[in-house]
Protein backbone atom coordinates (compact mmCIF):
# COMPACT_ATOMS: atom_id res chain seq x y z
CA UNK A 1 0.00 0.00 0.00
CA UNK A 2 1.51 3.51 -0.95
CA UNK A 3 3.10 5.02 2.04
CA UNK A 4 1.89 8.35 3.79
CA UNK A 5 3.07 12.02 4.67
CA UNK A 6 1.70 14.03 7.53
CA UNK A 7 3.57 17.16 6.15
CA UNK A 8 3.81 19.13 9.32
CA UNK A 9 6.27 22.08 9.72
CA UNK A 10 7.28 20.62 12.67
CA UNK A 11 6.26 16.81 14.37
CA UNK A 12 5.00 17.09 17.66
CA UNK A 13 6.24 13.17 19.50
CA UNK A 14 3.87 11.26 21.75
CA UNK A 15 1.59 12.72 24.24
CA UNK A 16 2.07 16.02 22.34
CA UNK A 17 -1.18 16.63 21.06
CA UNK A 18 -1.92 19.65 19.74
CA UNK A 19 -2.14 20.34 15.75
CA UNK A 20 -3.96 22.27 12.98
CA UNK A 21 -6.59 19.94 10.91
CA UNK A 22 -4.54 21.15 7.86
CA UNK A 23 -1.95 18.81 9.24
CA UNK A 24 -3.95 15.59 9.29
CA UNK A 25 -3.54 15.01 5.72
CA UNK A 26 -2.12 11.54 4.40
CA UNK A 27 -0.81 11.62 0.75
CA UNK A 28 2.53 11.03 -0.92
CA UNK A 29 5.52 8.70 0.40
CA UNK A 30 7.15 8.95 4.07
CA UNK A 31 10.79 8.36 3.74
CA UNK A 32 10.59 6.18 0.65
CA UNK A 33 8.92 3.34 2.52
CA UNK A 34 5.05 1.87 2.54
CA UNK A 35 3.27 2.01 6.11
CA UNK A 36 0.86 -0.41 6.49
CA UNK A 37 -2.38 1.26 6.38
CA UNK A 38 -4.18 4.87 7.06
CA UNK A 39 -7.54 4.49 8.10
CA UNK A 40 -10.53 7.08 9.35
CA UNK A 41 -12.34 5.74 12.39
CA UNK A 42 -15.97 7.65 12.91
CA UNK A 43 -16.97 8.90 10.11
CA UNK A 44 -20.57 8.46 10.00
CA UNK A 45 -21.05 10.63 12.66
CA UNK A 46 -19.75 12.84 15.54
CA UNK A 47 -20.39 11.60 19.11
CA UNK A 48 -22.20 14.86 20.13
CA UNK A 49 -23.92 15.47 16.92
CA UNK A 50 -24.74 19.63 17.46
CA UNK A 51 -28.86 19.94 17.91
CA UNK A 52 -30.85 21.82 16.27
CA UNK A 53 -31.27 25.34 18.59
CA UNK A 54 -32.68 27.63 15.50
CA UNK A 55 -36.27 27.92 17.43
CA UNK A 56 -34.35 28.91 20.68
CA UNK A 57 -32.13 31.38 18.72
CA UNK A 58 -34.66 33.10 16.75
CA UNK A 59 -37.25 33.70 20.25
CA UNK A 60 -34.12 34.87 22.12
CA UNK A 61 -33.14 37.11 19.24
CA UNK A 62 -36.55 38.76 19.08
CA UNK A 63 -37.02 38.93 22.56
CA UNK A 64 -34.22 40.59 23.83
CA UNK A 65 -33.68 42.76 20.65
CA UNK A 66 -37.32 44.27 21.69
CA UNK A 67 -35.94 44.30 25.39
CA UNK A 68 -33.06 46.63 24.50
CA UNK A 69 -35.08 49.38 22.94
CA UNK A 70 -37.23 49.21 26.37
CA UNK A 71 -34.46 49.22 28.65
CA UNK A 72 -32.44 51.59 26.87
CA UNK A 73 -35.11 54.14 26.52
CA UNK A 74 -36.71 54.15 29.84
CA UNK A 75 -33.15 53.46 31.22
CA UNK A 76 -32.00 57.40 29.54
CA UNK A 77 -35.58 58.70 30.47
CA UNK A 78 -35.32 57.80 34.59
CA UNK A 79 -31.81 58.39 34.30
CA UNK A 80 -30.58 55.00 35.71
CA UNK A 81 -26.72 54.41 34.07
CA UNK A 82 -27.30 50.58 35.46
CA UNK A 83 -30.61 50.09 33.07
CA UNK A 84 -28.26 51.72 30.59
CA UNK A 85 -25.77 49.41 31.06
CA UNK A 86 -28.21 46.42 31.24
CA UNK A 87 -28.94 47.64 28.06
CA UNK A 88 -25.74 47.64 26.58
CA UNK A 89 -25.24 44.07 28.26
CA UNK A 90 -28.31 42.88 25.81
CA UNK A 91 -27.65 44.34 23.11
CA UNK A 92 -24.15 42.33 23.14
CA UNK A 93 -25.82 39.43 23.62
CA UNK A 94 -28.22 39.82 20.63
CA UNK A 95 -25.26 40.44 18.68
CA UNK A 96 -23.90 37.21 20.22
CA UNK A 97 -26.85 35.33 19.81
CA UNK A 98 -26.88 36.18 15.75
CA UNK A 99 -23.69 35.18 15.55
CA UNK A 100 -23.75 31.78 17.80
CA UNK A 101 -26.98 30.89 15.26
CA UNK A 102 -24.69 31.74 11.80
CA UNK A 103 -22.36 29.56 13.44
CA UNK A 104 -24.94 26.33 14.40
CA UNK A 105 -25.87 27.32 10.50
CA UNK A 106 -22.98 27.24 8.71
CA UNK A 107 -21.65 24.06 10.98
CA UNK A 108 -23.96 21.91 9.34
CA UNK A 109 -22.66 22.84 5.92
CA UNK A 110 -21.13 20.02 3.70
CA UNK A 111 -17.43 20.20 3.54
CA UNK A 112 -16.24 21.16 0.16
CA UNK A 113 -12.72 20.38 -1.88
CA UNK A 114 -11.41 23.68 -0.53
CA UNK A 115 -13.08 23.59 3.79
CA UNK A 116 -12.26 19.95 3.49
CA UNK A 117 -14.00 19.73 7.46
CA UNK A 118 -17.01 22.19 6.01
CA UNK A 119 -17.42 24.91 8.35
CA UNK A 120 -17.47 23.61 11.92
CA UNK A 121 -14.62 25.82 13.15
CA UNK A 122 -17.02 28.60 12.70
CA UNK A 123 -18.79 27.73 15.89
CA UNK A 124 -15.06 27.78 17.70
CA UNK A 125 -15.21 31.64 15.95
CA UNK A 126 -18.57 32.18 17.40
CA UNK A 127 -17.74 31.19 20.54
CA UNK A 128 -14.64 33.74 20.51
CA UNK A 129 -16.53 36.77 19.46
CA UNK A 130 -18.98 36.30 22.47
CA UNK A 131 -16.72 36.84 24.77
CA UNK A 132 -14.58 39.44 23.16
CA UNK A 133 -17.20 42.01 22.49
CA UNK A 134 -19.14 41.03 25.67
CA UNK A 135 -15.39 42.12 27.24
CA UNK A 136 -14.97 45.41 25.30
CA UNK A 137 -19.13 46.19 25.84
CA UNK A 138 -18.23 45.82 30.10
CA UNK A 139 -15.26 48.12 29.28
CA UNK A 140 -17.62 50.90 28.21
CA UNK A 141 -20.06 50.17 30.61
CA UNK A 142 -17.10 50.49 33.58
CA UNK A 143 -15.66 53.40 31.82
CA UNK A 144 -19.24 54.95 32.44
CA UNK A 145 -19.90 53.76 35.53
CA UNK A 146 -16.95 55.23 37.45
CA UNK A 147 -17.84 59.17 35.77
CA UNK A 148 -21.16 58.95 37.15
CA UNK A 149 -20.23 57.23 40.48
CA UNK A 150 -17.85 60.30 40.89
CA UNK A 151 -20.96 63.07 39.64
CA UNK A 152 -23.47 60.98 40.40
CA UNK A 153 -27.65 62.01 39.04
CA UNK A 154 -30.88 61.68 40.40
CA UNK A 155 -32.81 58.18 39.49
CA UNK A 156 -36.33 57.46 39.27
CA UNK A 157 -36.18 53.91 41.10
CA UNK A 158 -39.71 52.85 40.30
CA UNK A 159 -39.03 52.54 36.32
CA UNK A 160 -35.82 50.84 37.04
CA UNK A 161 -38.02 48.54 39.15
CA UNK A 162 -40.35 47.63 36.53
CA UNK A 163 -38.24 47.72 33.79
CA UNK A 164 -35.42 45.46 35.36
CA UNK A 165 -38.08 43.03 36.49
CA UNK A 166 -39.32 42.28 32.70
CA UNK A 167 -35.53 41.63 32.73
CA UNK A 168 -35.38 38.77 34.60
CA UNK A 169 -38.60 37.24 32.63
CA UNK A 170 -37.45 37.95 29.36
CA UNK A 171 -33.77 36.38 30.30
CA UNK A 172 -34.71 33.69 32.20
CA UNK A 173 -37.10 32.13 29.09
CA UNK A 174 -34.13 32.77 27.05
CA UNK A 175 -31.76 31.14 29.23
CA UNK A 176 -34.02 28.41 29.33
CA UNK A 177 -34.36 27.77 26.29
CA UNK A 178 -30.52 27.10 25.97
CA UNK A 179 -29.56 24.87 29.11
CA UNK A 180 -30.14 21.29 27.71
CA UNK A 181 -26.89 22.24 25.62
CA UNK A 182 -25.07 23.93 27.85
CA UNK A 183 -23.11 20.98 28.96
CA UNK A 184 -22.38 19.56 25.74
CA UNK A 185 -21.30 22.64 23.12
CA UNK A 186 -19.15 25.28 24.19
CA UNK A 187 -21.07 27.68 21.47
CA UNK A 188 -24.57 27.13 23.18
CA UNK A 189 -22.69 27.32 26.72
CA UNK A 190 -22.10 31.08 25.48
CA UNK A 191 -25.31 31.79 25.19
CA UNK A 192 -26.81 29.91 27.97
CA UNK A 193 -24.06 32.12 30.48
CA UNK A 194 -25.00 35.04 28.88
CA UNK A 195 -29.23 35.07 29.49
CA UNK A 196 -28.51 33.60 33.13
CA UNK A 197 -25.58 36.56 33.72
CA UNK A 198 -28.94 38.72 32.08
CA UNK A 199 -31.18 37.55 34.36
CA UNK A 200 -29.31 37.81 37.76
CA UNK A 201 -27.84 41.81 36.50
CA UNK A 202 -31.93 42.14 36.57
CA UNK A 203 -32.65 40.94 39.63
CA UNK A 204 -29.68 43.35 41.14
CA UNK A 205 -30.98 45.93 39.04
CA UNK A 206 -34.35 45.78 40.44
CA UNK A 207 -32.58 45.48 44.07
CA UNK A 208 -30.77 48.77 43.46
CA UNK A 209 -34.08 50.40 42.61
CA UNK A 210 -36.19 49.31 45.34
CA UNK A 211 -32.76 50.61 47.56
CA UNK A 212 -32.76 54.05 45.63
CA UNK A 213 -36.14 54.70 46.24
CA UNK A 214 -36.51 54.10 49.38
CA UNK A 215 -33.08 56.18 50.80
CA UNK A 216 -32.53 58.58 47.48
CA UNK A 217 -28.65 57.45 47.61
CA UNK A 218 -28.22 58.09 43.70
CA UNK A 219 -24.55 57.21 43.97
CA UNK A 220 -25.79 52.99 44.72
CA UNK A 221 -26.83 53.13 40.86
CA UNK A 222 -23.48 53.77 39.13
CA UNK A 223 -22.05 51.20 42.25
CA UNK A 224 -24.33 48.63 40.89
CA UNK A 225 -23.24 48.93 37.08
CA UNK A 226 -19.56 48.52 38.37
CA UNK A 227 -21.29 45.34 40.19
CA UNK A 228 -22.91 44.37 37.20
CA UNK A 229 -19.77 44.56 35.00
CA UNK A 230 -17.74 42.46 37.64
CA UNK A 231 -20.24 39.86 37.13
CA UNK A 232 -20.30 39.61 33.58
CA UNK A 233 -16.34 39.70 33.03
CA UNK A 234 -15.90 37.20 35.54
CA UNK A 235 -18.85 34.64 33.79
CA UNK A 236 -17.27 35.57 30.40
CA UNK A 237 -13.71 34.96 31.38
CA UNK A 238 -13.74 30.98 31.23
CA UNK A 239 -15.71 31.17 28.04
CA UNK A 240 -12.66 33.50 26.55
CA UNK A 241 -10.21 30.77 28.01
CA UNK A 242 -11.99 27.72 26.26
CA UNK A 243 -12.66 29.49 22.90
CA UNK A 244 -8.92 30.47 22.80
CA UNK A 245 -7.55 27.27 23.79
CA UNK A 246 -10.12 25.91 20.98
CA UNK A 247 -8.74 28.17 18.53
CA UNK A 248 -5.24 27.29 19.14
CA UNK A 249 -6.36 23.31 18.79
CA UNK A 250 -5.63 23.03 22.47
CA UNK A 251 -6.77 19.48 23.56
CA UNK A 252 -10.16 19.34 25.06
CA UNK A 253 -10.02 19.52 28.53
CA UNK A 254 -12.16 16.44 29.25
CA UNK A 255 -9.54 14.34 27.31
CA UNK A 256 -6.40 13.22 28.48
CA UNK A 257 -3.53 12.45 26.53
CA UNK A 258 -2.08 10.56 28.69
CA UNK A 259 -4.71 8.36 28.71
CA UNK A 260 -5.15 8.19 24.88
CA UNK A 261 -2.08 6.77 24.69
CA UNK A 262 -2.20 4.44 27.24
CA UNK A 263 -5.06 3.05 25.32
CA UNK A 264 -3.52 3.07 22.32
CA UNK A 265 -0.14 1.47 23.38
CA UNK A 266 -2.74 -1.34 25.05
CA UNK A 267 -4.25 -2.14 21.59
CA UNK A 268 -3.06 -5.66 20.00
CA UNK A 269 0.09 -5.90 18.57
CA UNK A 270 1.03 -2.00 19.12
CA UNK A 271 4.51 -1.55 20.28
CA UNK A 272 5.23 1.89 20.05
CA UNK A 273 3.63 5.38 18.11
CA UNK A 274 4.15 8.53 17.85
CA UNK A 275 2.79 11.83 15.74
CA UNK A 276 0.00 11.78 17.82
CA UNK A 277 -2.19 14.82 17.62
CA UNK A 278 -5.86 16.03 19.36
CA UNK A 279 -7.71 18.79 18.90
CA UNK A 280 -11.33 20.16 18.18
CA UNK A 281 -12.95 20.68 14.94
CA UNK A 282 -16.22 22.62 16.17
CA UNK A 283 -17.32 23.04 19.45
CA UNK A 284 -19.13 19.55 19.51
CA UNK A 285 -16.60 17.16 17.68
CA UNK A 286 -13.07 16.23 18.00
CA UNK A 287 -10.28 14.58 16.12
CA UNK A 288 -7.60 12.41 16.67
CA UNK A 289 -4.38 11.78 14.26
CA UNK A 290 -1.55 8.84 15.12
CA UNK A 291 1.27 6.47 13.80
CA UNK A 292 1.31 3.02 15.23
CA UNK A 293 3.82 0.69 15.05
CA UNK A 294 3.01 -2.58 14.58
CA UNK A 295 4.79 -5.70 15.45
CA UNK A 296 3.59 -8.24 12.82
CA UNK A 297 1.99 -6.94 9.66
CA UNK A 298 -1.54 -4.85 9.25
CA UNK A 299 -4.02 -5.99 11.76
CA UNK A 300 -6.38 -5.34 9.15
CA UNK A 301 -10.24 -3.33 9.04
CA UNK A 302 -11.70 -4.78 12.08
CA UNK A 303 -8.37 -3.36 14.57
CA UNK A 304 -9.03 -0.11 13.08
CA UNK A 305 -12.55 -0.32 13.69
CA UNK A 306 -12.45 -1.73 16.80
CA UNK A 307 -9.35 0.92 18.22
CA UNK A 308 -11.71 3.74 16.56
CA UNK A 309 -15.05 3.26 18.38
CA UNK A 310 -12.82 2.35 21.75
CA UNK A 311 -11.41 6.60 21.42
CA UNK A 312 -15.11 7.44 20.61
CA UNK A 313 -17.11 5.85 23.15
CA UNK A 314 -14.11 6.37 26.12
CA UNK A 315 -12.78 10.14 25.03
CA UNK A 316 -15.98 11.10 22.71
CA UNK A 317 -12.86 11.56 19.63
CA UNK A 318 -15.41 11.21 16.71
CA UNK A 319 -12.75 11.59 13.91
CA UNK A 320 -10.11 9.20 14.59
CA UNK A 321 -6.84 9.03 11.32
CA UNK A 322 -4.88 5.59 12.03
CA UNK A 323 -1.48 5.16 10.41
CA UNK A 324 0.53 2.06 10.89
CA UNK A 325 3.62 1.23 10.33
CA UNK A 326 5.56 -1.80 10.25
CA UNK A 327 8.13 -3.44 12.88
CA UNK A 328 11.70 -3.25 11.75
CA UNK A 329 10.92 -1.25 8.09
CA UNK A 330 12.47 1.97 7.34
CA UNK A 331 12.10 5.06 9.82
CA UNK A 332 9.42 7.53 9.65
CA UNK A 333 10.40 10.62 8.95
CA UNK A 334 8.08 12.01 11.64
CA UNK A 335 9.23 9.75 14.10
CA UNK A 336 12.87 10.56 13.92
CA UNK A 337 11.78 14.20 13.82
CA UNK A 338 10.35 12.68 17.53
CA UNK A 339 13.57 11.42 18.44
CA UNK A 340 16.21 14.28 17.90
Known amino acids: MAGHDHSHGGAACEGASQTGPGNSSTAGRSGGHAHGGHAHGGHGGHVHAPKNFGPAFAIGIVLNTGFVVVEAAYGYLSNSMSLVADAGHNLSDVLGLAAAWIAAILVRRQASARFTYGYRGSSILAALFNAVFLLIAMG ?13 EPVVGTIV ?5 IGILINGVTAWLFASGAKGDINIR ?41 LVVWATWGLLRDSVAMSLDAVPPEISPEAVTGFLRDRPGVIDLHDLHIWPMSTTSVALTVHLVIAEDHPGNGFLAETAEGLRTRFGIGHATLQIEAAGGPACRLAEACAA
Open 140 to 152: AVIWEALVRLVHP
Open 161 to 165: MVVAA
Open 190 to 230: GAFLHMMADAAVSAGVVVAGLVIQLTGLAWLDPAVSLAIAG
